[in-house]
């Protein structure tokens, strides 16, 4: 029999995409030919992968004898793309993060677009070009992935839902609840960055700046920090929305017990800075997508930074505070003059003010 | 930063605070108050309170804009963006949470579909009259004197430019006239707080100068200090403060000489003279009516005027029952006197303005926790909301 | 009840606009309040308007005189 069957996967005559002038219709999301070329010529040959490349509607893996962690995420920040980042990069990112913060090595993820009608295919494009370039750089895979499509005006360009699955770093046991008095807290760099510089794209906020957004995946640090220090470290969490403050609130109440920071040891870039001060904001509420807090064991402390330090994504790590008895469950901050104050939760998007 | 890092700098700081702690005299109180809504929020942004010896008691004052904006003139803007589909509200972002006539906000009107846009800034709200040419901008303007100047210009352009578009709905307030009133109320009033002098504002100052606050020790023979925005700023008017009581002298003293000279900003001073005109009596929530306390657009810009341009009426309105904000922005109740502090009235679900306003003296108390860290001083041995030291 | 920053102008577009910067942030700001302005100086800066120029001088005093109060409670004790 000939080998040239129409009917194998990646021999069928496929029409070209527009990626130049063309447009997201509603018959990409219809689960016919032209759905099967979106994810042919786009999604397949970005992400490119033997479990992708099967072509079916499941990836099917050996699960391996220690326990694994899964997370789900969905992204719809708008804009789509700001100076840094995308969303797809930031869906990569944000989702290797949960697999990370569990003290996982990242294994693979799934991706479902949910695209609004009239999105320029080049956009898309872009996005998916960013997603793969970011799922190589984390050492991840996206094996399975769902395409929708809805009206003009019921999307906001592209929403992206991503699960992942990760397996846990032997010897490391991190949770929310483990923080202890004694502990040392830890930031692995500068805060505020991703915040400050999609904030500058929003219109009555103009300001310009080099500012990038920190969007990284950390797994690649959490196995260096792993292999020095496993054993000891108590929690792992990335702060996103809200913050470090929201982030070290969780964790004080998860673990019962206050956390004391200190405000000169906190790394924070003279543009955020500049930004917040100009805004009455405070770096502490503004969003990161590529910085994590660990709270460790006082004695593996200084030699837990030292090896942060050495990595490219720890450059800036510092120890920010301690954990300590607290039966108020606070997060408190001594303050550049020494005084005294709670590092509360915000409720709700921090908005600027002129008073 | 420079002109900011060198004025929050720890070892100054400690230096500041030993000198208050050896001149404040053991045998008396010093009852400060704080006017600006700003220093509120540095004070305890900062913690200044654990840099003060117990017998200095700061009390919070009204210089919180949109504290003391009446729940009717909020209304007013609600009911006009709700009315009028055409419109587009511009505001700062300080106005969109503030709970109005049925607890409504700006932000939930938003959600209801209003066009209720944030901006920073004045020129913003221009640029979307220009852009916009087919709908109605109205600039919610909203300040005292550090603000007005910036809303003046912003209707000049308007008339140079012909943006016929664009209208500024205007409550600008006026610092001095809110000072008196809290100076000048009856002595032995049971609502009456005692204040022995007063810490100025900072940028109100830079505009109106140091001069306009003579009246101060000429009328009431109360020391004022104006002072910076930092917290060692605030820490050195303490200390000129306490040394005016310690010497029995009543003075205005300018701290913040870096910024503000004794006649204030001339050209800022005209331009507002010339765009603006006084109301003869403005309601303030908290102090009542105070005669010629506020602005409104000068008959010569009067089409720039949403209150004439849309008919707006303002219906006075009542706050919630039980909300204590007109007592807390006299200064003569604490938050935590107030009944709903902390139970139903939080910043997740502000029922006050003094709670919805960063620098509210309830939000600045609740969010960096003043109380909560009280709750746990040894008996005997309580600190205040101002940082005094209380019986238990 | 103002916040207002100390920004840099960086450079003088017209009679009332500059370019100015705080830590890397530019912004274009209003200068039509003030006068005299150079590229170089220090303006307050609120809502997008700069209010006065930051005089250098007075505010090295003001940091000596803050500094002196320490001192003299340390020559006391």
């Known amino acids: ?355 | 930063m420079k002109y900011v890092d060198e004025f929050r700098d720890g070892e100054r700081a400690r230096g500041l605070a030993r000198a208050l702690c050896a001149e404040a005299d053991p045998a008396r109180r010093y009852r400060l108050m704080e006017f600006c809504g700003g220093h509120t929020h540095a004070v305890f942004r900062y913690g200044v309170p654990d840099l003060l010896p117990g017998n200095i008691e700061l009390i919070h004052g009204p210089g919180c804009p949109v504290c003391v904006l009446p729940i009717g003139r909020l209304d007013m803007a609600r009911r006009l963006v709700e009315k009028h589909p055409e419109v587009i509200l511009a505001s700062y972002g300080d106005m969109l949470r503030v709970p109005g006539s049925g607890r409504r906000t700006l932000l939930q009107a938003k959600a209801d579909g209003a066009d209720v846009r944030m901006v920073y800034s004045v020129s913003d709200a221009l640029e979307l009259a220009r852009t916009n040419p087919q709908r109605q901008v109205v600039f919610f303007g909203i300040g005292f004197e550090t603000t007005t100047p910036p809303t003046a210009l912003g209707i000049v352009e308007a008339q140079k430019n012909k943006l016929q578009n664009f209208s500024v709905f205007c409550n600008h307030v006026l610092t001095p006239a809110a000072m008196g009133a809290i100076l000048g109320a009856p002595a032995g009033d049971s609502d009456t707080v005692a204040i022995d002098g007063i810490i100025g504002p900072s940028h109100v100052s830079v505009i109106i100068g140091s001069d306009a606050y003579r009246f101060c020790p000429d009328r009431h023979h109360k020391p004022v200090v104006i002072a910076g925005f930092e917290p060692l700023d605030v820490l050195q008017s303490l200390l000129m403060l306490v040394r005016q009581l310690n010497d029995g002298r009543a003075e205005v003293e300018n701290q913040y000489i870096r910024a503000v000279t004794a006649e204030g900003n001339r050209r800022a001073q005209e331009l507002v003279a010339r765009v603006f005109t006084l109301r003869e009596r403005f309601e303030w929530r908290g102090l009542g009516e105070i005669p010629r306390s506020a602005l409104a657009l000068a008959d010569a810009y009067r089409d720039f005027d949403a209150e004439h341009r849309f008919a707006m009426q303002y219906v006075a309105a009542e706050g919630t029952k039980g909300c204590e904000c007109p007592a807390v922005l006299r200064g003569s109740k604490k938050p935590e006197d107030c009944a709903l502090f902390a139970t139903a009235c939080t910043p997740q679900s502000p029922l006050g303005s003094c709670m919805v306003s960063d620098e509210g003296a309830c939000a600045a108390y609740f969010t960096y926790g003043r109380f909560r860290q009280d709750a746990l001083a040894p008996p005997g041995q309580r600190r205040g909301v101002h940082g005094e030291v209380r019986k238990a | 009840m103002c916040l207002a920053i100390p920004v840099q102008i960086d450079e003088i577009l017209d009679a009332e606009h500059a370019i100015a910067s705080v830590s890397g942030i530019q912004r274009e700001i209003n200068t039509a309040l003030v006068e005299d302005l150079q590229q170089g100086d220090y303006v307050i800066l609120h809502v997008g308007y700069a209010l006065s120029k930051l005089d250098e001088e007075e505010a090295a005093e003001t940091l000596r005189t803050m500094a002196e109060a320490g001192l003299l409670q340390d020559a006391r004790q």
């Not at chain 1, 990409?28 to 072509?55: E, S, V, W």
């Not at chain 1, 797809?88 to 697999?99: F, I, K, P, R």
């Not at chain 1, 040392?184 to 103009?206: E, N, P, Y």
């Open chain 1, 1 to 355: 029999m000939s080998g040239q069957s129409e009917f194998l996967p990646g021999q069928r005559q496929a029409r070209r995409l527009d990626l130049h002038s063309g447009t997201v219709q509603m018959n990409h999301g219809a689960g016919g030919r032209a759905m099967t070329d979106l994810i042919d010529l786009l999604f397949r040959k970005a992400f490119d992968n033997p479990l992708l490349n099967q072509a079916n509607d499941q990836a099917r893996f050996h699960v391996p004898a220690q326990d694994m962690v899964m997370t789900t995420d969905s992204f719809v920040i708008s804009p789509l793309f700001f100076p840094g980042g995308d969303i797809g990069s930031l869906a990569v990112h944000g989702t290797v993060n949960d697999l990370a913060m569990g003290g996982a090595e990242a294994l693979y993820l799934t991706a479902g677009f949910i695209l609004e009608e009239g999105l320029p295919l080049a956009d898309l494009a872009r996005i998916v070009d960013s997603m793969a370039a970011a799922a190589r750089e984390a050492g991840v895979q996206i094996v399975s992935g769902d395409t929708k499509v809805v009206e003009r005006g019921k999307g906001d360009g592209v929403f992206i839902n991503t699960a992942g699955i990760g397996r846990v770093i032997a010897g490391v046991n991190v949770s929310g609840d483990r923080a202890r008095p004694g502990d040392k807290v830890l930031i692995s760099g500068t805060i505020g960055d991703h915040g400050v510089a999609v904030m500058s794209l929003r219109q009555g906020l103009s300001f310009s700046t080099q500012l990038r957004s920190d969007s990284a995946s950390l797994n690649g640090l959490v196995a260096v920090m792993a292999a020095r220090a496993g054993p000891s470290l108590k929690v792992l969490r990335d702060p996103t929305r809200g913050g470090v403050a929201a982030t070290l609130n969780e964790v004080a109440q998860q673990s019962g017990v206050g956390i004391q920071l200190q405000e000169t040891a906190l790394p924070v870039r003279p543009e955020v800075r500049g930004a917040c001060e100009l805004l009455g904001l405070d770096p502490l509420n503004v969003a990161n997508e590529g910085k994590l807090l660990v709270i460790c064991e006082a004695d593996v402390a200084d030699e837990l930074l030292a090896t942060m330090q050495q990595q490219p994504l720890g450059r800036d790590a510092a120890i920010i505070g301690e954990v300590i008895e607290d039966p108020l469950l606070l997060l408190r901050m001594t303050t550049h003059i020494g005084g005294d104050r709670v590092v509360d939760w915000l409720h709700g998007e921090q908005l600027p003010r002129i008073c």
